[in-house]
């Protein structure tokens, strides 16, 4: 049987949370760089509890002005501590709320960077075993980041996108290009279908890319999100694609 996680950025502000979290199964939380904060943390630890879905740590570069987006230098040691801060501030409220931090995803730019840097990646990935080496490393499929998770002895999960198109080498289409997104609702769904089932995507130049897809990113801030997800949500189950985080072992 086929199985996938579904994952979605949390905690932002985006106002869809309660409404997105019984569509998911893991969650992605922000904690105090790119977003939020104490409050906003334990809100989105509180709601992903209520409803089952794995809690993950989504740290980000401090730059709220461009939500963590904007890439920007950073040595290994300041992206370390600037994981490790981020982190332990969340793990601190899943702990007082009586839940274990499953996952770790890095975001936007810092994601990006780790993505493609190996010294960065190597300094995400130690910052999370250091934090706890039970933790699931999400970085996208194929890339350093992953690579460095596994280096370092963790689990990792290779991460796909819904909505976002791909370049002939696995990477995905810089935001700043007219054709990194993927508009069309039933386009979104197609790809992550073949993703799931056949291991591949087209990519903008029209050929076929191996991929592997253990969770799909569903992302949280459009006006359509919510419908969204609970459609592709629907389309998985529909072919009898189990939906389950990779933090969570499967029940006997």
Not at 155 to 180: C, I, N
Request: contains cysteine.
């Amino acid at each position: 049987m086929h199985r996938i996680d579904l994952n979605c950025d949390l905690g932002e502000g985006a106002g869809h949370d309660a409404e997105l979290m019984p569509l998911i199964t893991s969650a992605n939380i922000a904690c105090g760089g790119h977003a939020g904060d104490g409050q906003t943390m334990r809100t989105a630890v509180e709601l992903a509890l209520k409803h089952g879905v794995a809690i993950g740590a989504h740290p980000g570069l401090n730059d709220r002005g461009h939500f963590g987006r904007r890439e920007a230098p950073i040595a290994p040691a300041e992206a370390r501590a600037l994981v490790l801060a981020q982190i332990r501030a969340l793990q601190l409220i899943v702990q007082s709320c009586n839940g274990r931090l499953v996952h770790v995803k890095p975001h936007g730019a810092l994601y990006n960077m780790a993505g493609r840097d190996a010294a960065l990646a190597r300094a995400v990935a130690e910052a999370v075993r250091e934090v706890d080496p039970r933790l699931v490393l999400f970085g996208l499929a194929g890339s350093q980041l992953l690579s460095a998770g596994r280096a370092c002895g963790l689990r990792v999960a290779s991460e796909v996108f819904a909505d976002r198109t791909y370049q002939p080498d696995g990477s995905l289409t810089p935001r700043a290009r007219p054709d990194a997104l993927i508009h069309d609702e039933d386009a979104a769904v197609a790809q992550v279908l073949r993703m799931v089932r056949e291991g591949r995507v087209r990519a903008v130049d029209g050929t076929d890319v191996p991929i592997q897809a253990d969770t799909v990113c569903v992302h949280g801030d459009g006006p359509h999100a919510v419908a969204f997800a609970r459609r592709l949500a629907q389309a998985l189950g529909q072919l009898g694609i189990e939906l389950r985080s990779p933090g969570v072992p499967r029940p006997a």
